[in-house]
């Protein structure tokens, strides 16, 4: 689990260009963002998102509530989260069926989402100018729905996720 932030000031990316071309990319320069909150099964592909104006312990409670009531009657989620101040804020309501797992501080090589945005920027939402704050919503919109249970399971996997456990 984790959010990433995206917006007018975007993500610059390489393009193919004819060689000895000097290509342009759109930079924009307001100050338009959204958050993406999401977590994603790295095994099988499933996930669950929302867009949101900003982040903070409110928000990150919604979240967490949408993903509670994804889960089946029977199913408990194992979130592995960065330390930001929202994923540890006392106001943090984590519902009985989740359990969260922070990762050591500065590591986001071991949180499997983190390829995820790296994806998404990269073959979504780079070189893009956006109007407004609309514009943004519709756009992470499309992005993320663009995403398939294989994109993810492909994108996510790392050993400590698809290794068997020895006995």
């Known amino acids: ?64 509530s949408m993903l509670s009531e994804e889960l089946g009657p029977r199913d408990h989620a194992v979130l592995i989260m960065d330390q930001a101040g929202w994923h540890k804020a006392r106001a943090l309501r984590v519902p009985e069926n989740i359990t969260i797992l922070y990762l050591p501080p500065y590591s986001p090589e071991l949180n499997p989402i983190e390829r995820l945005w790296a994806y998404l920027r990269s073959h979504y939402l780079a070189n893009r100018a956006y109007r407004d704050y609309e514009h943004l919503l519709e756009a992470g919109g499309e992005a993320y729905r663009a995403l398939t249970p294989e994109i993810i399971r492909t994108v996510c996997a790392c050993d400590y996720t698809t290794r068997k456990l020895k006995r």
Do not use: C, H
Not at 5 to 13: A, K, P, V, W
């Open 1 to 64: 689990m984790d959010e990433a932030r995206f917006g007018q000031q975007g993500t610059l990316t390489t393009v193919w260009a004819e060689r000895g071309s000097r290509p342009t990319a759109v930079k924009q320069t307001s100050y338009e963002w959204v958050y993406l909150f999401a977590a994603v099964e790295p095994t099988s592909g499933e996930n669950v998102a929302l867009l949101a104006p900003r982040v903070d312990t409110g928000i990150m409670n919604v979240f967490l």
